[in-house]
């Protein structure tokens, strides 16, 4: 039976709670609602609990508490379905070493009841360059192409959400490039992705919108454009023509900073800020005959920006004690 929820609702999750045998609550009251067709990254440092909230939704561990619905359907009243629904390229490469790849693509396709279809699990192959491969054993693969090979199991039987756990922890530069256009190209088809990543800067290339989980907390969750505007800084950086002692009076306004030496001014002000004042500054210096060799702006990464949140909410929560506790 579906249960009551947006219908471009790819995953809702709601009051979500895990508390492991060990008594350590790994997620605490999680509330999250994925749109079909976006790219979700969620980011948190070691021991969040990332990897506890996809393999809830996937059906691997049970939730303590709360409700998981995929396109509507229950994860535990309706598993069969929502299990079909997902795909899931889990952290660690965990497959057949003395199959080959065909054969252990086509296995997972029969594992979801689906029809064989070597049609479909061509497409696949091909998509991810591994067609070529195809009647090699997994084990003569190199870690990369064993990557790829659990991303084709994952897809083997067409999901319409993918579970991507730190895609491209240990790939190389090329096939991470690789790996993000596939994505893209699965999103476009549609296909709702769900990753987890290390790599700030894979979810700002990649993400529509972002979630961070901290301590079994999710913490935020924004447009990833809204949150670089939202919470990101731009630095503006006067390299001056003759070094100077201070800031003078007349510039008190920008709330400038003197680097050491006297030779670069700098302005720290609010990315959403468009103008930032940069011109009127300018004009300022110039009416005062402060001379400038260079000038520049630098906007925050979301890099910065998601280890000043994650800080900032660990010392909130525990006045600084040691994050990550171990298992
Ligand atoms: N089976 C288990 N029994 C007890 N504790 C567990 C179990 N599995 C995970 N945990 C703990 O739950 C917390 C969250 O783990 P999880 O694997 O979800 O984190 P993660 O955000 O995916 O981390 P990473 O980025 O390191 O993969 C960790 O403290 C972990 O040690």
Avoid at 234 to 258: F, R, Y
């Amino acid at each position: 039976m579906a249960i009551s929820s947006p219908s471009s609702c790819a995953v809702s999750i709601a009051g979500l709670t895990k508390t492991y045998a060990s008594g350590f609550q790994a997620l605490k009251r999680v509330d999250l609602d994925i749109q079909q067709g976006e790219i979700f990254a969620l980011l948190g440092p070691n021991g969040a609990g990332k990897t506890t909230l996809i393999s809830i939704v996937c059906g691997i561990v049970t939730a303590s508490s709360g409700t998981v619905a995929v396109a509507g359907h229950d994860i535990v009243r309706d598993y069969r379905v929502t299990r079909s629904k997902i795909g899931l390229v889990p952290q660690e490469l965990s497959t057949d070493a003395f199959e080959s790849v065909w054969a252990t693509v086509t296995f997972s396709r029969g594992l979801f009841g689906k029809a064989p279809d070597p049609a479909r699990v061509e497409k696949v192959l091909r998509d991810l360059s591994l067609w070529d491969k195809r009647n090699e054993k997994i084990m003569a693969l190199s870690g990369g192409m064993k990557r790829r090979v659990m991303i084709a199991k994952a897809l083997s039987h067409e999901p319409e959400i993918l579970f991507l756990d730190e895609p491209t922890a240990g790939v190389d530069v090329e096939l991470r490039r690789d790996m993000w256009e596939m994505v893209r190209q699965l999103r476009d088809r549609g296909v709702t992705i769900i990753l987890t990543t290390h790599y700030i800067e894979e979810a700002e290339e990649m993400a529509d919108r972002i979630g961070v989980i901290n301590k079994g907390e999710l913490i935020l969750v924004e447009e990833k454009a809204t949150l670089m505007k939202k919470l990101g800084k731009k630095q503006l950086t006067i390299e001056l023509d003759q070094p100077m002692h201070a800031v003078p009076p007349e510039l008190a306004a920008w709330n400038l900073v003197l680097k050491p030496g006297g030779h670069t001014l700098q302005r720290e002000f609010d990315a959403a800020d468009t103008q930032g004042g940069v011109a009127p500054l300018l004009r300022r210096l110039g009416e005062l005959g402060i001379g400038f060799k260079d000038v520049n702006t630098q906007q925050s990464s979301l890099e910065d920006i998601f280890v000043s949140l994650v800080h900032q909410k660990t010392h909130e929560t525990v006045g600084g004690a040691a994050a990550g506790a171990a298992a």
